[in-house]
């Protein structure tokens, strides 16, 4: 079986952690594509009998965004290369994956605040960092700051918002989600207060 190259993560993920990106490919060798975007997924891990294993990210992520998939599927590669058959966002993963980001949390990599709310998130990972709203509300603070970026939690009730192409009305508040009604079909659905807004009119149609 001919030997993977790993493709230059220059770029991609944060310089100082150019290194320990390497290292960790050259101890357990995998195919690694950088994916064009996916709206629904930022990176996965495959693996299939008689093959090396395969890992995907995105390539639109922003650095740290990128470095945390990288790390995150590589998770599921070290717990899968010890023939474990575990639930695959399970304790197993949760401990390989905070055991991978630990060397990664200095404040060259991942500044404050973030660095604080990475620590926490990495108490108990969740499958994806993209469901932790406030993780990522930080991200965007720290990676993409003069985006000015609008949540669904910043909206008054009755505003009509886009998010992923169609458009909803918001509806009242319980803690973290927000009671919305899409406006063409009319179905009722449950919004993240965290979820990234495309689009807003404050008025009603």
């Known amino acids: 079986m001919p030997q993977p190259s790993l493709p230059d993560l220059t770029g991609y ?19 690694f594509k950088i994916s064009k975007k996916r709206k629904t997924k930022a990176g996965d891990f495959v693996a299939r009998p008689h ?6 990210v995105n390539a639109d992520l922003p650095p740290m965004q990128f470095l945390m998939t990288y790390i995150h599927e590589a998770a599921h590669l070290l717990v899968w290369l010890q023939k474990k058959r575990v639930k695959p966002h399970g304790a197993e993963w949760q401990l390989c994956y905070r055991r991978l980001m630990e060397p990664l949390l200095k404040e060259d990599i991942f500044p404050e605040p973030l660095l604080s709310r990475m620590k926490e998130h990495l108490n108990k990972p969740k499958a994806s960092c ?7 509300k930080i991200f965007r603070q720290v990676e993409t700051p003069h985006a000015n970026p609008v949540y669904v939690s910043d909206l008054p009730i009755g505003s009509i918002f886009k998010l992923q192409n169609r458009w909803f009305q918001k509806g009242e508040v319980a803690r973290t989600r927000a009671h919305c009604v899409e406006v063409k079909s009319k179905r009722k659905y449950v919004v ?8 807003v009119q404050l008025s009603l149609f």
């Open 51 to 56: 093959s090396l294993p395969r890992i995907t």
């Open 192 to 199: 993240s207060c965290g979820a990234l807004v495309e689009e």
């Open 130 to 136: 993209y469901t932790d709203d406030e993780l990522m």
């Open 13 to 31: 993920v944060p310089p100082p952690a150019l290194d320990y990106c390497l290292q960790l490919w050259k101890e357990h060798p995998f195919v």
